[in-house]
DNA sequence: GAATAACGATACTGTACGGTATAGTATCGT
DNA sequence: ACGATACTATACCGTACAGTATCGTTATTC
């Protein structure tokens, strides 16, 4: 029976694989590229370099490969599962909820710092990377939008904008401030304010003239 | 006359200075720190090594001395320079303007992408490249809607907030493209547009009820 | 239970790099 | 003109690292 089911082996190598990268994304997200090397990445993984080899052809490969695989587990979540029918202030906070949750996340940021310190090195991974994430999450709110205007009649003069737009005000500068280490993460309640925020603000945009004056 | 005026000594230590610093410039920005060499930015510095070290103890010396110089020059000028005394819609798109001139610039997304590469490893760059760029570019345009507020008498509830929300418009999503090497650089009547979108958006937020219905 | 493939441990190679030492040359101040 | 200082060029040291080779061990397959 060399692979009833799935061979034992195969198992085996599965979970060596991802062992390696699990070892691969701790010593690179911790150093960078060039801070890491490939006997750390061995130690960490628990697993002997030569291992390392048989599974990875050589240092860049192992980083391809571990971007790659991120990139593969934001893609297996939907962004816009459970949000088709809700009425739109609603699902503006839960997309906003949801982006904050992820964007703001420790691993997430660092995801961010390495492919953007190396998107000289790795072109492709930047490119890949926003097509994972950024740009799915732009067209699962402009989809949204459309479902919207079909809805009600009155649509948005440009859902993919105004998607970017949304997004960018839920992320603001917080997110910068992030990726340079100058703010501390912040925790649910003022994650929650700022997408409460900044749902108040997109809203104005998108209806002006449902909101009465406003400064004071 | 050991130092009448400024000794030829200096000038040329000055010189020497620049000229390795525009060498590490070049290096550091095009490798990162971990690819950068000293031998390479002692060449491209048309300069020995050994001068590298004497004006520099080491590699993050000389690193740390390259960010610091590039923030001092963001320094020099000043943001919120001749926008005192204009009408509200002009002095946005004029900040706006020169946020995106000089944000979308490759100079500054190179230092952008290197100090977020190293906020890990140089912890107090990153907090110096933010209080001296973004951080200026927010606390200006608050300080102008402060001064706009005591003119007109109605005032923003929260002018940095407001700024940041403006600055995030502008920028955009392109920001994060340019940094990933996704979007070519837009040139200036795009970058126009982008202004004039994000200012028109901005005006809803602070003044929704002068605008009309506006889908369509 | 033998054959086979994967693995661990480790030693090794070549090289690139950070930093230093040295020796000789140009430049500056007086 | 002379002494001091800055600079170049180059060789060098130690180390760290990517990648390879070897060998003994374990585990899987039939």
Same mark, same amino acid.
């Given at each position: 029976?060399?692979?009833?089911?799935?061979?034992?082996?195969?198992?085996?190598?599965?979970?060596?694989?991802?062992?390696?990268?699990?070892?691969?994304?701790?010593?690179?997200?911790?150093?960078?590229?060039?801070?890491?090397?490939?006997?750390?990445?061995?130690?960490?993984?628990?697993?002997?370099?030569?291992?390392?080899?048989?599974?990875?052809?050589?240092?860049?490969?192992?980083?391809?490969?571990?971007?790659?695989?991120?990139?593969?587990?934001?893609?297996?979540?939907?962004? #816009?599962?459970?949000?088709?029918?809700? !009425?739109? *202030? +609603? @699902?503006?906070?839960? %997309?906003?909820?949801?982006?904050?949750? =992820?964007?703001?996340?420790?691993?997430?940021?660092?995801?961010?710092?390495?492919?953007?310190?190396?998107?000289?090195?790795?072109?492709?991974?930047?490119?890949?990377?926003?097509?994972?994430?950024?740009?799915?999450?732009?067209?699962?709110?402009?989809?949204?939008?459309?479902?919207?205007?079909?809805? #009600?009649?009155?649509?948005?003069?440009? !859902?993919? *904008? +105004? @998607?970017?737009?949304? %997004?960018?005000?839920?992320?603001?500068? =917080?997110?910068?401030?992030?990726?340079?280490?100058?703010?501390?993460?912040?925790?649910?309640?003022?994650?929650?304010?700022?997408?409460?925020?900044?749902?108040?603000?997109?809203?104005?945009?998108?209806?002006?003239?449902?909101?009465?004056?406003?400064?004071?």
């Amino acid at each position: 029976m060399t692979d009833r089911r799935t061979s034992r082996r195969v198992r085996n190598a599965e979970d060596k694989r991802r062992a390696i990268l699990d070892g691969a994304r701790a010593v690179f997200m911790a150093n960078g590229f060039g801070g890491a090397s490939m006997d750390a990445i061995a130690e960490t993984a628990g697993v002997s370099k030569m291992t390392l080899y048989r599974y990875f052809d050589s240092k860049e490969a192992l980083f391809a490969g571990l971007i790659e695989a991120s990139c593969e587990k934001i893609l297996e979540r939907d962004p #816009s599962a459970p949000l088709e029918g809700l !009425p739109l *202030k +609603s @699902a503006l906070t839960r %997309f906003g909820r949801q982006l904050l949750e =992820t964007v703001y996340a420790p691993e997430t940021l660092a995801l961010h710092r390495i492919v953007i310190a190396e998107a000289n090195r790795f072109p492709a991974l930047g490119v890949l990377f926003y097509r994972s994430g950024p740009e799915r999450n732009i067209a699962a709110l402009a989809e949204y939008f459309d479902g919207q205007a079909a809805e #009600s009649g009155s649509g948005i003069a440009d !859902p993919r *904008k +105004s @998607a970017e737009e949304f %997004f960018e005000l839920v992320r603001g500068y =917080t997110h910068l401030r992030l990726l340079l280490g100058v703010d501390a993460a912040p925790d649910a309640a003022a994650r929650a304010a700022q997408v409460d925020r900044a749902v108040g603000t997109f809203l104005k945009t998108l209806f002006p003239e449902r909101h009465g004056p406003d400064p004071g």
